[in-house]
T-cell receptor, first 125, second 111 residues
């Protein structure tokens, strides 16, 4: 049973805005943080950021100026928008659940414990 | 920004033998609560990443006990006591003390 499913256009033109959506099934979207990670071709994983239904966000500083994330509770979805894309934004994009996996003393600790299957985004004219 | 560096970048291991991957951070990952904020993830070929270890040394649910994590300050290690064929893939450490950032990844090949 698919629990996180990314949807995306596949091909985006340079300078345009990339919009990705991740649909959440089985879980309550209220109970977790929701994150995005990407893997450019031939490179390693890059953390993009996370969001919460309250509007809390935390972005990779290198992408922050171009990035927006949000949660749509009515559709059980969360989304990412990346503006002014270039070829360097070509990657497989993953959505992931950021869940409390343990305690660090009295502080809840969160890790990415459930992942979507990933969707390939190509930036090209 | 905290930068995380892994070594080696690739590793070839015989089944049944141990393996070790190192991860260094540009700043201490010690939180004021006394815990070190470092995770390990594995991306197997054709699959999405999966969580192996959180808070330096805690195995995630379902992770075999041949995987262990240790370390403190700026130096951390992932060890596999006896490598199995299913352990092939790319291993990443990730700091979560300030925002989050992955290491470059270590590709593990099974001989």
């Amino acid at each position: 049973q698919v629990q996180l499913q990314e949807s995306a256009p596949g091909l985006v033109k340079p300078s345009e805005t990339l919009s990705l959506t991740c649909t959440v099934s089985t879980f309550s979207i209220y109970n977790y943080y929701w994150s995005w990670v990407r893997r450019p071709p031939g490179k390693g994983l890059e953390w993009i950021g996370y969001t919460h239904y309250t509007g809390t966000t935390n972005y990779n500083p290198s992408l922050q100026s171009r990035l927006s994330m949000s949660v749509d509770t009515s559709r059980n979805q969360f989304s990412l928008q990346l503006r002014s894309v270039t070829a360097a934004d070509t990657a497989v994009y993953y959505c992931a659940r950021l869940a409390r996996v343990g305690l660090a003393g009295f502080t809840a600790y969160h890790s990415m414990d459930v992942w979507g299957q990933g969707t390939t985004i190509t930036v090209s004219s | 920004d905290i930068v995380v560096t892994q070594s080696p970048l690739s590793l070839s291991v015989t089944p049944g033998e141990p393996a070790s991957i190192s991860c260094r951070s540009s700043q201490s990952l010690l939180h004021r609560n006394g815990y070190h904020y470092l995770d390990w993830y594995l991306q197997k070929p054709g699959q999405s990443p999966q969580l192996l270890i959180y808070l330096t040394s805690n195995r995630a649910s379902g992770v075999p006990d041949r995987f262990s994590g240790s370390g403190s300050g700026t130096y951390f290690t992932l060890e596999i006591s006896r490598v199995e064929a299913e352990d092939a893939g790319v291993y990443y450490c990730m700091q979560s003390l300030q925002s989050r950032a992955f290491g470059q990844g270590t590709r593990v090949e099974i001989k």
